[in-house]
């Protein structure tokens, strides 16, 4: 961007529009930039378009003001654009500061009611954040049993998927709320790989017979046959081993060298051992 900036900085200085300007900003300082934004903001529509832009060129210089004023000025254009309330409460929790989260939430919000499912997503990960205002474990779970109940299996896959990003003590939250093993079973039956992996992994775990045993490496298949690595590296391992299934290390080998590829350290070491007894 440097390079680009320099090759082309006359041309902008003497007609740059609104986009070389805010491009070109970052790269000049003093009075320079100063005439640069108010050029920028002499020749913008104004529109959500272009507030937005002014609102991330001033976050990235780094002026919280400027970042405000410009972020509110966008509030007003928003309309009733879904996708431009998601996007608002994005900048806002990059922008930072002790209200971010919680006007995100009231945007999120306004979106969700307008019918926007990714606002949904973005409302769950605000709930999992512990050091916001709006963290709600308790929250969380009633999205998660309303996307069970509701059978919005894609939204439940999605929900598993955030809290599986969330800090342990968020995750056991959660868990202390929820019958766990039976929710990965009701995403697993309706597509989740993670989940599939999950409840292969639970059931093997808990397995008190040959039947429970057979069914976790069965989940376990699935979801390495949907491209999960570590589901990869536990099938393998099963067919390397005879669990839940009748061993068959060639086959074994096929899935932990897919594993390995896919960066399982434990398919490596499971393979190594496999070709260790076939010479000894």
Not at 59 to 71: A, R
Not at 79 to 94: P, S
Not at 152 to 168: K, N, V
Request: proline share 2%.
């Amino acid at each position: 961007r440097q390079t680009i900036y320099e090759q082309y900085a006359g041309v902008i200085a003497d007609n740059g529009d609104f986009d070389a300007l805010v491009f070109a900003a970052p790269f000049v300082q003093g009075e320079t930039r100063d005439l640069y934004l108010s050029r920028a903001a002499g020749v913008m529509r104004c529109d959500y378009k272009h507030a937005m832009a002014m609102a991330q060129l001033s976050n990235t210089l780094g002026d919280e003001t400027e970042v405000s004023h410009w972020l509110d000025i966008a509030e007003h254009l928003t309309g009733q654009n879904a996708w431009a309330m998601r996007g608002l409460a994005e900048m806002k929790m990059d922008a930072g500061g002790p209200d971010a989260a919680t006007e995100a939430q009231t945007l999120l919000e306004q979106a969700v009611a307008l019918g926007d499912d990714s606002a949904s997503r973005d409302l769950f990960e605000l709930a999992l954040l512990a050091d916001q205002p709006t963290y709600d474990p308790e929250g969380a779970v009633t999205m998660i049993d309303a996307a069970r109940e509701g059978d919005q299996w894609e939204m439940l896959a999605s929900y598993l998927s955030r809290y599986r990003g969330a800090d342990d003590a968020v995750k056991a939250e959660i868990e202390a709320r929820l019958d766990m093993p039976v929710l990965y079973r009701t995403a697993a039956a309706n597509g989740d790989i993670y989940s599939m992996r999950a409840y292969g992994q639970y059931l093997q775990e808990t397995a008190e017979d040959a039947g429970t045993l057979a069914e976790s490496t069965d989940w376990l298949r699935k979801a390495a046959e949907g491209g999960d690595t570590t589901a990869m590296a536990e099938y393998g391992e099963a067919l390397a081993f005879g669990i839940g299934t009748q061993a068959n290390p060639a086959e074994a080998v096929t899935w932990l060298e897919k594993a390995a590829a896919g960066g399982s350290r434990k398919a490596t070491e499971i393979t190594a051992l496999i070709r260790l007894s076939e010479e000894s």
